[in-house]
């Protein structure tokens, strides 16, 4: 028996076209969850450059606070340090470093102060903010 396709045209004429629109829809979907995606993406790259930049800021607040603890001809003390810095450079822009100091007992040397600089840095950008805290030691 052979088969013959040309005897019923009109029986196989709509199957093209729900097969196109099946493509359609399934390629948006695959367009939609990729476009998601990139979005989700984006967002987490911003927030990983903002802690990066409160890292930065953190740590150049405790450099100027030991730059200001350590004076070249003077004695150390925490009331030299100031408590905050706000930065206007290109990089560390819009983010700030509270500074605190405390001199605390030195478990090697008694007679030598030991100072602890906490430096909390923050930098906000749009609706994103962040912080890191480094803490420091010095003698």
């Known amino acids: 028996m052979c088969l013959n396709l040309r005897s019923n045209p009109k029986a196989n004429r709509g199957s093209s076209l729900v097969m196109a629109l099946f493509i ?3 390629m948006s979907a695959l367009l939609l969850a990729l476009g998601r995606q990139l979005i989700s993406s984006s967002k987490s790259v911003s927030i ?3 802690g990066n930049r409160a890292f930065n800021a953190a740590q150049s607040g405790l450099q100027l606070g030991l730059a ?3 004076p070249v001809n003077n004695t150390a003390s ?3 340090v100031a408590a905050s810095f706000s930065f206007s450079q290109a990089g560390l822009q819009s983010c700030q470093a509270n500074l605190s100091c405390l001199q605390v007992a030195n ?5 030598r102060p030991l100072y602890r600089l906490t430096s909390s840095g923050s930098c906000h950008a749009g609706d994103v903010q ?3 805290v480094l803490v420091m030691e010095a003698y």
């Not at 478990?107 to 007679?111: E, L, Q, Y």
């Open 107 to 111: 478990p090697d040397d008694a007679t």
């Open 24 to 26: 359609i829809v399934l």
């Open 78 to 80: 925490c009331t030299a």
């Open 68 to 70: 200001q603890l350590f």
């Open 130 to 132: 962040s912080s890191r």
């Open 48 to 50: 990983e450059v903002q």
